[in-house]
């Protein structure tokens, strides 16, 4: 072979080692093969870590949307103030968000996504409303929206695909707050500092394991890319020269890997709007890795392909007539093996995430992944010290051990990435089963669907009730007027409701009830006095103060019975409110229902969807969850939509992997079957083989993931929570792909126990 230095012996170099990629072996088969299963293992990693990559950017474009729909109530010179009220629907079990909307002035803001302000009788739908509205499922959906639909809302305004939301034009009689601009700046603190935790250790639990299987897809075919080398080292090739054709295969599959992943993550991608986690959603748009993380990933996954390919011939003496890899291997060192582990341990010990410091977010994620790689790399010593003490048993038996003596690094590798999945997968199920004490709402309450409540405005209660007690099942409807009483202490207010004498018998069960009186309970007594000025006030859409009242006398209320609907201390006739104008004031009432089928609620609200803004219908016993309780089951949904799809990478690169070493051992395998060794034997063997790593990783893999969710809850002072059964569950999981896999193997198995598998070069 002709020597050549400089940029010609490079270029030399890798060109042969693209050659022997693709090419390498008795015929071209061998080395597409070999290419096709490391393209496979490393285009699955990539893809996952580009979306991964793409997770900060969806999720400051869905807060930029949400920041950008802030209406804002300061006046601003110039500008028409919009009139907004925001209502809504439900429509079999989905909450449908309709907002009215009136433009006082040719200045008046328009909300984002809209094309314009809807005149009165026109609206503007989402897609996915427009998409409903348009199937056939709708029937009893489309009454409540009769008008003109003149566009659809755009992105802009939209918080994700499946958003069902409306804007509605109305009249100058819409009441409403008052709107001069769109789009305010968040002043939200960040996560809770035990979901931050939880979500930083769940990353990095997912992504850890891509990693691992990077740098083992990279070393796929090490023994038949040995002979290789043996061979260019036969004809004349330095070392050097053999390091940097062996760098480049790797660097070949890497590349090509690098165009598999790129292609199926832009393919996926296009399906982000169909998935959904707990109701959250992303645009196709969203899901874009911002380029300095694609430029890393670029560069990184064949940057991890090369070192672990030389970082594999460290200690092997490649010669003109062999490697000395066949030789025993030298004993695996412990010490630095812990080193990981102990630097992990201890920058989880010393940190804290309740200052929610950038400093102290990143030494939380180094510390995590510190833990996370230790285990990977205590694995093969941990498995070299179990099996050199083993001895004996069935001829299967003997054959795995004799195979794991001789070669544990590789099984160990097999089974690192699964190992790493197993851990953070047990560590964010401790997590979440200890944050759930703190954040989980727990399974939704019993609806008492025999009640059902309404608002409806003065003016609109005498049509609406008439409309309501049209539906079949629909009982009388008792209503009350809830107003505010302020004294002379501006911060304190009492509440009271008006209603006439039959309501306040039928609800609260008034006993001498006569118009022109005011009742009051033992408990707000000493809140209100006879002849004391109050102002008078009541909240539709804002506060509006209705005028001073003065206090006539008081008198104690006798109720009989339970009183289902009552919610003041006050209890007032229209008569005791002389020149208060009551006519603006909601009416706030319940609805004693029997249920006529599973549409009932349905046809109720389609009586009152003629009436607009001007009457509601809603389920008082809703659960209204809180920010953080919103923020903890979408990062629990994604976290564990996230382990499966990591669980079923690990098991992709396992069968990559164990199809890979089947055919490097062909050879071996054909000829223990030529001395007479039973297939099934064989079989047997290669589950041991399979099965020791396995257990051992497991064990490995409970023991860090407990440990990890222990430093996790540490981190926040959270309460610490083992999930045994998810533990239980999962290890029996990790066992149950590792079995799958060998059996998916035992095939090709049998194709290598055939005599013609002895052939050779």
């Known amino acids: 072979m002709n020597r050549r230095t400089g940029l010609a012996a490079w270029a030399s170099d890798l060109a042969l080692g693209f050659r022997l990629s693709v090419g390498g072996g008795r015929t071209s088969r061998t080395g597409i093969a070999r290419l096709v299963m490391g393209t496979i293992g490393i285009g699955v990693a990539v893809t996952v870590l580009l979306f991964a990559a793409s997770v900060d950017h969806a999720v400051s474009e869905r807060g930029e949307r949400r920041n950008a729909d802030i209406a804002v109530q300061i006046p ?97 009689s819409l009441q409403g707050r008052k709107i001069y601009s769109f789009g305010y700046p968040s002043n939200s603190g960040g996560l809770n500092p035990g979901l931050l935790a939880l979500l930083l250790i769940g990353i990095v639990s997912l992504l850890a394991p891509v990693f691992v299987f990077v740098a083992t897809s990279a070393r796929i075919a090490g023994a038949e890319r040995d ?63 911002p380029w300095p993380l694609v430029v890393v990933i670029v560069l990184a996954v064949p940057a991890l392909s090369v070192l672990s390919a030389l970082f594999a011939l460290r200690g092997t003496a490649i010669e003109p007539l062999g490697v000395v890899r066949r030789a025993k291997p030298v004993r695996r060192r412990l010490w630095w093996r812990l080193l990981p582990i102990a630097v992990g341990v201890a920058v989880l010990l010393s940190m804290s995430l309740r200052d929610g410091s950038r400093q102290s977010t990143t030494a939380v994620v180094a510390g995590v992944a510190c833990l996370l790689v230790g285990l990977p790399v205590l694995l093969p010593w941990l498995l070299e010290r179990t099996v050199s003490r083993i001895h004996g048993g069935r001829p299967a038996f003997q054959l795995a051990m004799r195979r794991l003596q001789l070669d544990s690094g590789t099984p160990a590798r097999v089974v690192a990435g699964l190992a790493v999945v197993l851990a953070g997968a047990i560590a964010m199920q401790s997590l979440l089963a200890g944050q759930g004490k703190a954040f989980d709402p727990g399974p939704a309450p019993h609806r008492n669907e025999a009640q059902l409540s309404v608002n409806i405005d003065a003016s609109a209660r005498t049509a609406a009730t ?111 409110l002389p020149g208060i104008d009551l006519s603006r004031v909601q009416v706030s009432g319940t609805v004693q229902v029997t249920p006529t089928g599973p549409d009932f609620p349905e046809h109720v609200r389609n009586a009152i969807a003629p009436f607009a803004w001007h009457a509601s219908l809603f389920l008082p016993d809703l659960v209204q969850l809180s920010s953080v309780q919103k923020s903890y089951l979408a990062i629990r949904a994604g976290l564990l ?115 013609s598998a002895m052939r050779t070069e």
């Open 76 to 172: 601003a010179p110039g500008v028409a103030p919009l009139t907004l009220r925001e209502s809504g629907t439900t429509f079999r079990g989905e909450y449908i968000a309709i907002n009215y909307v009136h433009a006082s002035g040719p200045s008046s803001p328009v909300p984002p996504g809209l094309p314009r302000v809807p005149a009165p009788g026109e609206l503007v739908v989402s897609p996915a409303l427009g998409e409903l509205l348009r199937s056939d499922q709708a029937e009893l959906l489309r009454p409540r929206f009769a008008g003109q639909e003149i566009g659809t809302i755009g992105q802009a305004g939209l918080l994700e695909p499946g958003t069902l939301s409306a804007y509605v034009g109305a009249d100058d």
């Open 641 to 755: 939509a996230g382990s499966v799809f990591t669980l079923l990478l690990a098991g992709v690169s396992l069968l990559v992997l164990g199809l890979e070493q089947l055919r490097e051992r062909r050879r071996t395998i054909a000829m223990l079957a030529a001395t007479g060794v039973p297939v099934r034997v064989l079989a047997r063997s290669m589950v041991w083989q399979n099965g020791i790593p396995l257990a051992l990783g497991i064990v490995a893999a409970v023991v860090t993931g407990i440990a990890l969710s222990a430093l996790g809850a540490r981190l926040t002072g959270a309460y610490f929570a083992v999930d045994w059964l998810a533990v239980g569950i999962l290890s029996a999981a990790t066992a149950a792909l590792v079995l799958l896999v060998t059996a998916v193997t035992l095939p090709s198995l049998r194709g290598a126990s055939r005599l």
């Open 227 to 289: 002979r290789r080398l043996a061979a260019l080292r036969l004809v004349g090739s330095d070392l050097r020269q053999v390091r940097r054709i062996a760098a480049a295969e790797s660097l070949v599959t890497a590349v090509t890997g690098l165009v598999l992943g790129s292609a199926a993550f832009l393919l996926l991608r296009q399906l982000a709007p169909s998935v959904r986690l707990q109701n959250l959603g992303v645009f196709v748009s969203d899901v874009t890795p």
């Open 466 to 576: 008439a409309a309501l007690a049209k539906v079949p099942g629909v009982g009388a409807l008792y209503g009350v007027q809830p107003v505010e009483l302020r004294g002379a202490d501006p911060n304190k207010t009492v509440r009271a409701e008006v209603a006439d004498c039959a309501t306040w018998q039928a609800l609260a069960g008034l006993q001498d009830c006569r118009d022109g009186a005011a009742y009051v309970r033992g408990e707000s007594a000493p809140y209100v006095h006879s002849g004391q000025s109050y102002v008078v006030s009541h909240f539709d859409a804002g506060e509006r103060v209705l005028g001073t009242w003065t206090a006539p006398e008081f008198i104690p209320a006798t109720t009989r019975g339970a009183g289902t609907a009552r919610r003041a201390g006050v209890m007032l006739t229209p008569g005791a």
